[in-house]
């Protein structure tokens, strides 16, 4: 496969080497063969999915990006949606694959298996990449040298609007980097395990790596690629925008996630062993913890006492690998004393916040947005 640029027969004075071979038009933006896929998981996101679509197909460098659309089972017009987007497109740059509902684990991981490009990223189904994505992240895989491409991410509303920035790169952090420790610590340190605030060099993933049926996947995944990765490239500005949608996912605590981050700290504790990545990884645990005890608060009154019992468990599975790395203080052991009350005050301030947004009428169910047709 080719990854040169079709140069313009009268711009020859546009091309930029990056690598032996290796050439991209400036003016142009045209490549031979695409350099990046997009997955997108998609369900039942019929007023969005056209306008996720579209702020990728706008795009400079057109030609080096595919999008695989994986829809999962959708009961409304996403498919319909979709094939809509792909006639007006007319370039062949999106695959659409449809499955029965297995959730977004089984539909990303169904979308890495059509992936054939060197990078890889992911899209949600309702979120949008910004104007300057391509234009930021294609000029750094054109020479194949980084592993990763990082951005930060602007958090938006129902119709587009800012509301706030999630900091993956910290201003001053810019630029092509290996991947140490200190990058380690740092993804640790901060924790957005995002996928979608990411481009991937493919070859980091096993087959199929999403966890299926798991919520809180991509925390599972990410300590992972980290380990793997051995350069970055990172970009402060902001290049896609997540939309915050009441009724999402993210914004329900059930029992069931506790469990799964229980799953993930225990994944994360068996790659202690006594190796030098031994820190990474119990912090790795401690994240997913303080998670679990954030979700725990806020599970509704029948399963609290469940997930109060999930808690104490992992309290005592950071106790025990603690020890087992000789690590064992007496600030571990108060720490498992406190755990009760800590929860017991962030439920507490939960309830209280309720009981406002009830009286203040905010309504908290998803709406689902009409299709948009004229998304161009």
């Given at each position: 496969?080719?990854?040169?640029?079709?140069?313009?027969?009268?711009?020859?004075?546009?091309?930029?080497?990056?690598?032996?071979?290796?050439?991209?038009?400036?003016?142009?933006?045209?490549?031979d063969a695409p350099l990046l896929t997009i997955v997108v998981a998609a369900y039942n996101v019929e007023g969005y999915i056209e306008e996720a679509l579209a702020s990728?197909?706008?795009?400079?460098?057109?030609?080096?990006?595919?999008?695989?659309?994986?829809?999962?089972?959708?009961?409304?017009?996403?498919?319909?949606?979709?094939?809509?987007?792909?006639?007006?497109?007319?370039?062949?740059?999106?695959?659409?694959?449809?499955?029965?509902?297995?959730?977004?684990?089984?539909?990303?991981?169904?979308?890495?298996?059509?992936?054939?490009?060197?990078?890889?990223?992911?899209?949600?189904?309702?979120?949008?990449?910004?104007?300057?994505?391509?234009?930021?992240?294609?000029?750094?895989?054109?020479?194949?040298?980084?592993?990763?491409?990082?951005?930060?991410?602007?958090?938006?509303?129902?119709?587009?609007?800012?509301?706030?920035?999630?900091?993956?790169?910290?201003?001053?952090?810019?630029?092509?980097?290996?991947?140490?420790?200190?990058?380690?610590?740092?993804?640790?340190?901060?924790?957005?395990?995002?996928?979608?605030?990411?481009?991937?060099?493919?070859?980091?993933?096993?087959?199929?790596?999403?966890?299926?049926?798991?919520?809180?996947?991509?925390?599972?995944?990410?300590?992972?690629?980290?380990?793997?990765?051995?350069?970055?490239?990172?970009?402060?500005?902001?290049?896609?925008?997540?939309?915050?949608?009441?009724?999402?996912?993210?914004?329900?605590?059930?029992?069931?996630?506790?469990?799964?981050?229980?799953?993930?700290?225990?994944?994360?504790?068996?790659?202690?062993?006594?190796?030098?990545?031994?820190?990474?990884?119990?912090?790795?645990?401690?994240?997913?913890?303080?998670?679990?005890?954030?979700?725990?608060?806020?599970?509704?009154?029948?399963?609290?006492?469940?997930?109060?019992?999930?808690?104490?468990?992992?309290?005592?599975?950071?106790?025990?690998?603690?020890?087992?790395?000789?690590?064992?203080?007496?600030?571990y052991v108060a720490e498992l004393g406190r755990l009760h009350l800590k929860v017991g005050i962030d439920r507490l301030v939960h309830l209280l916040k309720r009981i406002?947004?009830?009286?203040?009428?905010?309504?908290?169910?998803?709406?689902?947005?009409?299709?948009?047709?004229?998304?161009?």
């Amino acid at each position: 496969m080719s990854y040169n640029a079709r140069p313009s027969p009268n711009d020859g004075a546009s091309l930029r080497t990056h690598a032996p071979g290796m050439t991209i038009n400036t003016y142009t933006s045209r490549y031979d063969a695409p350099l990046l896929t997009i997955v997108v998981a998609a369900y039942n996101v019929e007023g969005y999915i056209e306008e996720a679509l579209a702020s990728v197909l706008r795009q400079p460098y057109g030609d080096a990006i595919r999008l695989v659309v994986v829809d999962d089972g959708s009961t409304d017009d996403t498919c319909a949606a979709v094939q809509a987007a792909m006639k007006r497109d007319g370039r062949n740059h999106v695959e659409l694959i449809r499955q029965d509902n297995a959730g977004v684990s089984a539909a990303r991981n169904r979308g890495m298996a059509a992936v054939t490009t060197p990078y890889v990223g992911f899209l949600d189904g309702d979120d949008i990449y910004l104007d300057g994505f391509s234009a930021a992240v294609i000029p750094q895989l054109a020479d194949l040298a980084w592993d990763m491409v990082e951005y930060n991410v602007t958090i938006i509303d129902d119709d587009g609007r800012r509301l706030e920035d999630i900091e993956i790169v910290p201003a001053g952090s810019e630029g092509g980097k290996r991947m140490d420790d200190a990058g380690r610590r740092q993804f640790v340190d901060l924790f957005h395990t995002f996928v979608w605030a990411r481009v991937f060099r493919t070859s980091l993933f096993d087959i199929a790596p999403f966890p299926v049926a798991r919520h809180y996947e991509d925390m599972a995944v990410m300590p992972s690629i980290y380990m793997r990765a051995r350069s970055v490239f990172r970009i402060s500005s902001p290049l896609l925008g997540y939309r915050r949608r009441f009724g999402s996912i993210t914004q329900r605590a059930l029992l069931r996630d506790i469990k799964d981050l229980r799953t993930n700290g225990l994944e994360a504790l068996a790659q202690c062993g006594r190796s030098e990545a031994a820190d990474f990884w119990l912090r790795v645990f401690n994240n997913n913890f303080e998670r679990a005890c954030h979700v725990g608060a806020r599970v509704d009154r029948g399963s609290f006492r469940e997930a109060l019992e999930i808690l104490f468990a992992m309290a005592a599975d950071r106790r025990k690998a603690c020890s087992d790395q000789g690590r064992a203080t007496s600030r571990y052991v108060a720490e498992l004393g406190r755990l009760h009350l800590k929860v017991g005050i962030d439920r507490l301030v939960h309830l209280l916040k309720r009981i406002v947004k009830k009286a203040l009428r905010r309504r908290l169910d998803r709406q689902a947005r009409p299709r948009r047709h004229s998304i161009n």
